[in-house]
């Protein structure tokens, strides 16, 4: 069974192909999640990656808990950084999250994201227990 994942609290674009995940049978695909902010239709540019990073573990958290789950249930998360240098203000947020033992992770350093002003980017896959 397939069905969409999403969150009263969690804003996208609206003109995006987007949603906030995908469930599969016991497996949660959470799709990329930005600090997007519909009153200026983006990201703030003084915006910096830790105040992004916690939009964006608030995101996901309410995106877990609308499929009954949280952040314990993760077991998969890519992280992409536009300034690896944001990588310490990044993880300081994401380790207040989760918690031993910690999901796989990978870290990637982009180019940019596709909302302007991105510094961050975090997508993620939870198994229901």
């Known amino acids: 069974m397939r069905k969409t994942v999403s969150a ?23 799709s990329g999640q930005m600090a997007y902010n519909p009153d200026v239709d983006g990201i703030p540019a003084d915006m910096d990656a ?10 996901i958290g309410h995106l877990l808990a609308a499929e009954g789950l949280d ?29 031993e033992p910690y999901p796989a992770r990978s870290t990637v350093g982009v180019a ?9 980017e975090i997508e993620a896959l939870a198994i229901r227990p």
């Open 8 to 30: 009263p609290e969690v804003k996208k674009p609206a003109r995006a192909a987007l949603t906030g995940g995908v469930a599969v049978d016991d497996q949660v695909f959470l």
């Open 71 to 99: 952040f314990g249930d993760i077991v998969r998360v890519t992280i992409f950084l536009t300034d690896l240098g944001d990588f310490r203000a990044m993880n300081e947020v994401y380790s207040s999250y989760v918690k």
């Open 112 to 120: 940019f994201l596709a909302i302007p002003n991105g510094r961050v």
């Open 50 to 59: 830790a105040a992004q990073t916690c939009v964006i573990m608030d995101n």
